[in-house]
C-alpha cells in the first residue's frame, strides 16, 4: 500500500506561485511514476503533470506548459509542482498519483494510488 500526502496550497494572487509537495511512504518510490491532477467545482479531474520514476521524462497538459514544472527528491520519497503565473483559472482540488509503473501516465485510471488533495486557490 501506498500513502500519499499532498501540502503546500494556499490562496494566492493571480500572477503569483506556490509549490505543492507529495510525501509518499509504502513503497519503492523511485519505481513509481507520479502525477499531478486537478479538479475544480463542477469539472472532471484532469490531467496536470506527470514524471517518470527516474525524473528522468516529464508530461505536461497544454494549459500549464511553460507555467508548471514537476519534480522528484526521491531519497526524500517527495514529488514537487512548482506553479508560477498563477491564473484564477487554475482554482481546484489539487491531487498527487502514484502508479504501479516507471513510466510517465496521463490518464487518471493508471494510477493507482492517490491523496486526499489539496486545495488551490487564485484569486484575479
Known amino acids: 500500500q501506498v500513502q500519499l500526502v499532498e501540502s503546500g496550497g494556499g490562496l494566492v494572487q493571480a500572477g503569483g506561485s506556490l509549490k505543492l509537495s507529495c510525501a509518499a511512504s509504502?513503497?519503492?518510490?523511485?519505481?513509481?511514476?507520479m502525477g499531478w491532477f486537478r479538479q475544480a467545482p463542477g469539472k472532471e479531474r484532469e490531467f496536470v503533470a506527470a514524471?517518470?520514476?527516474?525524473?528522468?521524462?516529464?508530461l505536461y497538459a497544454d494549459s500549464v506548459k511553460g507555467r508548471f514544472t514537476i519534480s522528484r527528491h526521491n531519497a526524500k520519497n517527495t514529488v514537487y509542482l512548482q506553479m508560477n503565473s498563477l491564473k484564477p483559472e487554475d482554482t481546484a482540488v489539487y491531487y498527487c498519483?502514484?502508479?504501479?509503473?516507471?513510466?510517465?501516465?496521463?490518464?487518471?485510471?493508471?494510477?493507482?494510488?492517490w491523496g486526499q488533495g489539496t486545495q488551490v486557490t487564485v484569486s484575479s
Open positions: 509504502g513503497r519503492t518510490f523511485s519505481s513509481s511514476a
Open positions: 514524471i517518470s520514476g527516474g525524473g528522468g521524462s516529464t
Open positions: 498519483a502514484a502508479a504501479n509503473t516507471y513510466y510517465s501516465r496521463r490518464y487518471y485510471q493508471e494510477y493507482d494510488y
